[in-house]
């Protein structure tokens, strides 16, 4: 496939609705598959999500991070697992756009819908500097959606230089079953191993540094937006739709469950738990919203968003976890008996929400630090924002 004219006609809409309900009729399926089915996948990619940050000259949408974020909520409030790979997968996107053209056409040039997983964490990473690239071996976990996936974004520590992404084949890695989980048990977030160390030229790598300093070659000033500012929030953004589909179980079962339908709508401590939540998940929307806005602007007017702004939007993303637990827990402490057995759907929410907590990027609490100590008067210690 020949690369696009950004200017071309494509249409920039990610068509989401009419698989929606479908993804929710799917999720018990993935959960006992523990992996996202076939066929949800097949959706994601008829809706054009997957392709969304998908540069336009390889076929994708571009939409903006509002459109995409959105779109990931909607899904969300039909299935928190499909939304968190979907999200996942098609993230990437941003960062593939910011790597060697050459990366670019070997991931996307025959396929805007080619899915790439990943596992950030660098801890496992082994690498030696050779001619031309690196030399890669080792184990990585929490690799969401991986199955479904030709490519993967690993993170390791090149010895004097530092962090770096290094983009693989499936040829190049193995998938170990290891996702065993009490919740968002379909996001198959499988280990990734590589046993003997294999070559990735130096094109299919991305330095940490050119990513916080938002080098890139795309004529939309979109991709001049912090990288990493896309990709914290599809491990928290999903948290949002589930609170909100929490919240509607909830309300349709207060009016319709028991013997005397008044009791909990007359009840003020159920009304302002309902309020409660109702409004932690409009300020969590709310402000995810109101942060790509000030970015987006900032970018298309051709300035960059300030470091400062940067480590304050980095810390309000690893709350948003937080803010929907506590929603959820509103409901789930008095949703009744039904809610106890297992199968019951505000329990699954409740396990999903609790679960997305353990991510790295969804714990507030070395972010509070950085930005704290940026408004005392100290330096940036967080390149990943």
């Not at 969304?52 to 994708?60: D, H």
């Not at 060697?100 to 790439?116: F, H, K, L, T």
């Not at 969401?144 to 974004?153: A, E, I, R, Y």
């Given at each position: 496939?020949?690369?696009?004219?950004?200017?071309?006609?494509?249409?920039?809409?990610?068509?989401?609705?009419?698989?929606?309900?479908?993804?929710?009729?799917?999720?018990?399926?993935?959960?006992?598959?523990?992996?996202?089915?076939?066929?949800?996948?097949?959706?994601?990619?008829?809706?054009?999500?997957?392709?969304?940050?998908?540069?336009?000259?390889?076929?994708?949408?571009?939409?903006?991070?509002?459109?995409?974020?959105?779109?990931?909520?909607?899904?969300?409030?039909?299935?928190?697992?499909?939304?968190?790979?979907?999200?996942?997968?098609?993230?990437?996107?941003?960062?593939?756009?910011?790597?060697?053209?050459?990366?670019?056409?070997?991931?996307?040039?025959?396929?805007?819908?080619?899915?790439?997983?990943?596992?950030?964490?660098?801890?496992?990473?082994?690498?030696?500097?050779?001619?031309?690239?690196?030399?890669?071996?080792?184990?990585?976990?929490?690799?969401?959606?991986?199955?479904?996936?030709?490519?993967?974004?690993?993170?390791?520590?090149?010895?004097?230089?530092?962090?770096?992404?290094?983009?693989?084949?499936?040829?190049?890695?193995?998938?170990?079953?290891?996702?065993?989980?009490?919740?968002?048990?379909?996001?198959?977030?499988?280990?990734?191993?590589?046993?003997?160390?294999?070559?990735?030229?130096?094109?299919?790598?991305?330095?940490?540094?050119?990513?916080?300093?938002?080098?890139?070659?795309?004529?939309?000033?979109?991709?001049?937006?912090?990288?990493?500012?896309?990709?914290?929030?599809?491990?928290?953004?999903?948290?949002?739709?589930?609170?909100?589909?929490?919240?509607?179980?909830?309300?349709?079962?207060?009016?319709?469950?028991?013997?005397?339908?008044?009791?909990?709508?007359?009840?003020?401590?159920?009304?302002?738990?309902?309020?409660?939540?109702?409004?932690?998940?409009?300020?969590?929307?709310?402000?995810?919203?109101r942060n790509f806005n000030a970015m987006?602007?900032?970018?298309?007017?051709?300035?960059?968003?300030?470091?400062?702004?940067?480590?304050?939007?980095?810390?309000?993303?690893?709350?948003?976890?937080g803010e929907m637990i506590r929603a959820?827990?509103?409901?789930?402490?008095?949703?009744?008996?039904?809610?106890?057995?297992?199968?019951?759907?505000?329990?699954?929410?409740?396990h999903d929400i609790h679960i997305a907590?353990?991510?790295?990027?969804?714990?507030?609490?070395?972010?509070?630090?950085?930005?704290?100590?940026?408004?005392?008067?100290?330096?940036?210690?967080?390149?990943?924002?």
């Amino acid at each position: 496939m020949h690369a696009l004219d950004w200017n071309s006609p494509a249409d920039s809409c990610i068509d989401i609705q009419p698989h929606l309900k479908a993804f929710g009729r799917r999720g018990s399926e993935g959960r006992e598959l523990r992996k996202i089915p076939d066929e949800s996948i097949a959706d994601l990619k008829k809706s054009g999500f997957i392709r969304s940050m998908v540069p336009k000259r390889w076929g994708g949408l571009e939409v903006t991070p509002q459109e995409f974020f959105s779109a990931q909520i909607e899904i969300a409030e039909h299935d928190m697992s499909t939304a968190w790979v979907a999200g996942i997968i098609a993230v990437h996107a941003f960062q593939l756009a910011l790597m060697d053209e050459n990366a670019q056409q070997d991931v996307y040039g025959d396929d805007p819908d080619c899915c790439v997983s990943s596992s950030y964490n660098p801890v496992g990473g082994k690498t030696e500097v050779t001619d031309g690239g690196i030399m890669l071996s080792g184990h990585w976990g929490w690799s969401s959606g991986c199955d479904h996936c030709d490519w993967v974004l690993l993170g390791a520590i090149v010895a004097g230089e530092g962090y770096r992404t290094f983009l693989l084949p499936r040829s190049d890695y193995q998938i170990e079953d290891t996702w065993f989980s009490m919740g968002l048990q379909a996001t198959g977030s499988n280990d990734i191993i590589i046993d003997e160390p294999v070559f990735v030229p130096d094109y299919r790598t991305h330095k940490q540094m050119d990513g916080f300093n938002c080098l890139n070659q795309q004529p939309n000033p979109m991709y001049s937006m912090p990288w990493a500012q896309t990709f914290i929030r599809v491990v928290s953004s999903p948290a949002i739709g589930a609170a909100r589909h929490a919240l509607s179980l909830f309300i349709e079962n207060a009016s319709t469950s028991s013997t005397d339908v008044t009791r909990l709508v007359g009840d003020p401590d159920v009304l302002r738990r309902v309020v409660e939540t109702e409004n932690l998940i409009d300020q969590a929307h709310t402000m995810m919203l109101r942060n790509f806005n000030a970015m987006m602007q900032r970018v298309m007017n051709g300035q960059e968003v300030s470091i400062e702004d940067r480590v304050r939007y980095r810390y309000q993303a690893a709350t948003v976890i937080g803010e929907m637990i506590r929603a959820v827990d509103l409901l789930f402490d008095v949703a009744g008996g039904r809610s106890v057995y297992l199968g019951s759907e505000i329990q699954q929410i409740w396990h999903d929400i609790h679960i997305a907590r353990a991510h790295v990027a969804n714990s507030p609490v070395s972010f509070a630090r950085n930005w704290g100590n940026m408004m005392l008067g100290g330096e940036n210690q967080d390149f990943f924002i």
